[in-house]
């Protein structure tokens, strides 16, 4: 795990981030808000961008009466998240069973011999366009894990801010979080045919 810079950086693991699934509104200014809650995200924001907001938020120029200007063109709505799921879950396809989801089961990498490509041996290779398999080191005690591209999602900065002190777990080293960003990119960048379960 590589030091990290005071800020929220590309490759940052926080626990128990909370997804806004839903917002439904009830009339007269209520709504009703339905969440979920993720064990384990990884940030997959490009850390230049994580950089520049960073740099606005806290080096905010100031005219002639000493009143902020900011200009905020580099500033970020939100940052790209994405769960990181326990591969034995994942393996069983009840890594979303919490929210009411089966989801197919991933080839164990012991059965795939005999299976065609695109099965377990090349999932925990990355060789499988769709998953990241990731192992951390033995202090932090996270069990082998994935992350699955197609589920990602949105959360403000300041809400990740609000919650590092207690939920940041550790952030992953430089040449690991550049592959999993070019992965995700080219994950999100494919040419989806018909029929293609990618």
């Known amino acids: 795990m590589r030091k ?3 800020r929220i950086c590309q490759g940052d693991v926080f626990k128990d981030v909370i997804y806004i699934e839903n917002i439904i509104p009830l009339g007269d200014d209520k709504f009703e808000i339905s969440t979920i809650e993720f064990p384990l995200t990884i940030v997959l924001s490009q850390d230049c961008d994580l950089q520049w907001d960073s740099d606005i938020r806290v080096n905010q120029t100031t005219d002639e009466k000493g009143k902020k ?18 591969v ?7 890594q979303l069973e919490g929210i009411g989801l089966k989801m197919s089961p991933l080839p164990r990498p012991e059965n795939s011999k005999k299976q065609k490509s695109g099965t377990g041996q090349a999932i925990i290779q990355n060789k499988n366009s769709r998953y990241h398999y990731m192992e951390f080191s033995e202090d932090l005690q996270i069990v082998p894990s994935i992350i699955d591209f197609k589920h990602y999602f949105t959360v403000s900065v300041s809400y990740l801010e609000s919650i590092r002190k207690i939920n940041f777990i550790c952030s992953i080293q430089d040449l690991y979080r550049e592959s999993i960003s070019q992965r995700f990119s080219n994950f999100l960048s494919r040419i989806g045919l018909p029929g293609n379960d990618g």
């Open 88 to 94: 034995e879950d994942a393996y069983e396809g009840i």
């Open 4 to 6: 990290r810079d005071n």
């Open 69 to 86: 200007t900011p200009n905020d063109d580099k500033r970020l709505l939100s940052v790209i998240v994405a769960p990181i799921y326990n």
